[in-house]
């Protein structure tokens, strides 16, 4: 097993870039780069970092030079020879050739666009623009990068021993949440945690923590590169991404209010009928469950990522009630902010009602709260989200309204569109 301290120690001279493939990134968004390059290969987008959690002044923490060699070095990268043959020939979901050969040899020879940061009010501003293909795969290493960064310009003032006392804390922390996990039966859990890890090491660290703790409790990881090294499930289906561009591109209402619906009957038409989780609450799940077509009822489950869980949850189990589905038979998927305690209040709540299953971000790889003076190592909500699809900005509403993204009058018009009413603001935690 690596010794993390000694490591992040040996960080102080620029040992190991923070990315280190291409695959180092979500499953889920390989899936959608795929779908992407069929149906909207010469969409233009633009993303955007954005921090939620303003008082972490990341451009007063994070130095820009650094941040721009760990950018660069992401544009020099491309599949290796194992990438391609482990994607090509992997099974994924019961299902070999998940990726198709023109796809590939599109991946093979691709590399990322350029980028463009300025500082701003202590904030960094850190965009990327092009083709939508291309650019999406920004997201997560953008993400990964800045959160690393800020860890290790917490961790520089520290000395030998003192990091190995925070891990061997951290490492405590993590292990007690194992033990409190193990006894639930029929738990059914995957690391999410990718995009706002205290590192990748780390990442990787808790990941084998959860195989030999968890068993087959723990059943696969976000992360495709520590997938394939591990030799473990690759988990992941879709995005608010979709739905927010597809949604951009709409020339009147009605085709705004169809756009969620037609983001997913290409997602059917892409892959064959399998990987059918409906991810429904980009513009209230409620209002997307109501007007959705008889066919979205037959799918195999529910990702829920925003909102109250429970009251999600309800509400899906109702809805495939209405259909004449067997919600028994269904899989939901929670994914918003989790815990351990959500984790086990839901799976005593759900648990025989439906097929549960977590995705744990966060609070699985960055959960540091408590450990260093002042909680500087505390997590927080730093988001990458495409912000405009060919000129057009892009909105998010959520089921949690402190989630909502776009210019108010955009906002407004979706509210209306969508028929959304009044929501119950949360915290956004993570």
Known sequence: ????????????????????????????????????????????????????????????????????EQLDNIRTLSLSRGESTWLRGNMFYGKRQMFHPDFMEWFEGM???PYHLEKRDGQYELTFEGKWPEVMLWEIPALAVLMELRSRAV???????????????????????????????????????????????????????LQEGLGEKFVGTSNCLIAMRRDIEAIGTNAHELPMVY??????????????????????EEHDGNLRIILPDTYGTAQFLENAPEWLAGWTGIRIDSGDPSKGAEVAIEWWKSHGEDPSEKLVIFSDGLDVD?????????????KV?????????????????????APFSLVCKAVSANGRPTVKLSD???????????????????????????????
């Not at 971000?361 to 190592?377: I, M, Q, S």
């Open 1 to 68: 097993m690596i010794d993390i301290a000694t490591r992040v120690y040996n960080h102080k001279w620029k040992i190991d870039p923070i990315i280190r493939s291409l695959i180092d990134t979500d499953f889920y968004k390989l899936l959608m780069c795929q779908s992407v390059y069929r149906y909207k290969p010469d969409t233009q987008v633009t993303f955007s970092l954005i921090n939620r959690s303003k008082n972490v002044r990341l451009a007063e923490l994070v130095d820009e030079g650094e941040l721009r």
């Open 111 to 113: 590399r990322l666009p």
């Open 155 to 209: 961790l520089h003032e520290m000395g030998r021993f003192e990091l190995q006392v925070l891990y061997a804390r951290a490492m405590a922390k993590l292990w007690e949440k194992v033990e409190k996990l193990r006894p639930l039966d029929g738990l059914r859990i995957a690391d999410f945690g990718t995009r706002r890890r205290h590192s990748f090491l780390w990442q990787d660290w808790c990941v084998q923590a």
């Open 247 to 268: 949604a951009a591109l709409a020339n009147d209402d009605a085709e705004l209010a169809a756009a969620p619906y037609k983001v997913l009957a290409d997602w059917h």
């Open 342 to 354: 959500t984790v086990i209040n839901l799976q005593k709540r759900f648990a025989g009602r439906v």
């Open 357 to 377: 299953s977590f995705g744990w971000g966060t609070l699985l790889t960055n959960d540091f709260r408590g450990l260093v003076p002042g909680d500087r190592l």
């Open 400 to 430: 949690n309204p402190n989630k909502a993204m776009g210019p108010a009058d955009e906002i407004a018009r979706y509210k209306r569109v969508f028929g959304v009413g009044e929501q119950e603001a949360q915290e956004v935690v993570v």
